[in-house]
């Protein structure tokens, strides 16, 4: 049991460049989330589902897009990166309602230059 | 709109004191839920603590333990005994029950344990 895997775990852009990251749980989770977490920040809301086939606008999905096509996996596109997307990414996911624990992956360092 | 807010960047303590950390938020729901995270220095968050509103009763886990004070918005995480392995960031979060999916977390709290 893996729990949440992110992948990948670091990786530089530049600018203008295209990229997908990657969020796979083996829990059979219902509800995914993909956050960004900036220094001075906290963690703030991307994207999120709430079932296979679902997605809907967080806190910041500006220049951000998401699927989810299958319900263990929960992609984050960047289609056309920013140096102010510079973050940690973290995905998480949890088994019905937010208010539940929610488990979370390692994180991906993303660099945009 | 709802806040959270934590009013403490940084904190340290010695091995095997006991410490407080503040979290208040902002809300006019009655019902919702409240979360401690920690993330260490691998990055990887887990769930502390979690303490839902309707219970008076302060949750506690070993050697966390939460003081809920719903009239005052204060929900301050107690560590007790602390080890060289609580060194890490604590976030505070926050949701309410009423069709909302989105957590809210505050700024976090770096929390350093001197040996």
């Known amino acids: 049991n893996a729990g949440v895997t992110q992948t990948p775990k670091f990786r530089v852009l530049k600018t203008g460049q295209s990229m997908t990251l990657l969020c796979a749980q083996d829990m059979n989770h219902e509800y995914m989330y993909w956050y960004r977490q900036d220094p001075g920040m906290g963690l703030r809301l991307i994207h999120y589902s709430v079932g296979e086939g679902t997605t809907a606008k967080g806190e910041v999905p500006d220049g951000y897009n998401v699927s989810r096509l299958k319900k263990q996996n929960f992609l984050l596109g960047l289609e056309s990166a920013a140096p102010s997307q510079t973050s940690v990414y973290f995905c998480?996911?949890?088994?019905?309602?937010?208010?539940?624990?929610?488990?979370f992956g390692p994180g991906t360092r993303l660099t945009v230059t | 709109a709802q806040t959270v807010t934590q009013s403490q960047p940084e904190m340290s303590v010695q091995e095997a004191e006991t410490v407080t950390l503040s979290c208040t938020y902002d809300?006019?729901?009655?019902?919702?839920?409240l979360f401690w995270y920690k993330q260490p220095p691998s990055r990887q968050m887990i769930l502390v603590i979690r303490q839902e509103a309707y219970k008076q009763q302060n949750a506690t886990e070993n050697r966390f333990s939460v003081n809920f004070q719903k009239a005052a918005k204060s929900f301050s995480l107690k560590i007790s005994d602390s080890q060289l392995g609580d060194t890490a960031m604590y976030f505070c979060a926050f949701i309410t029950n009423f069709g909302n999916e989105k957590l809210t977390f505050g700024t976090g709290t770096r929390l350093t344990i001197i040996p």
């Open positions: 809300t006019s729901e009655n019902n919702y839920y």
């Open positions: 998480a996911s949890t088994k019905d309602r937010p208010y539940y624990e929610q488990y």
